[in-house]
């Protein structure tokens, strides 16, 4: 699994859930599930972000993010 960098498009906080824009193209949606450090962590639009992909039965999927 390799590393990917992107930016939060937005994430709703009531929800948990959002869309990160990879760097190198694609829109994959993210929940707080998948955050670095779990429970009440929380995303920014706009927010700098690495995260791991892993293939889903949708497609691509985000495993983990981590804020740089």
């Known amino acids: 699994m390799r590393m990917h960098a992107g930016t939060v498009q937005w994430f709703d906080d009531q929800s948990g859930v959002g869309a990160i824009e990879t760097d190198d193209g694609p829109v994959l949606p993210v929940s707080r599930a ?16 690495r995260f791991d992909v892993h293939d889903g039965p949708d497609g691509p999927e985000v495993e983990r993010v981590y804020t740089r």
Not at 34 to 49: F, T
């Open 34 to 49: 998948r955050i670095d450090g779990g429970g009440g962590q929380s995303l920014v639009a706009g927010e700098a972000v």
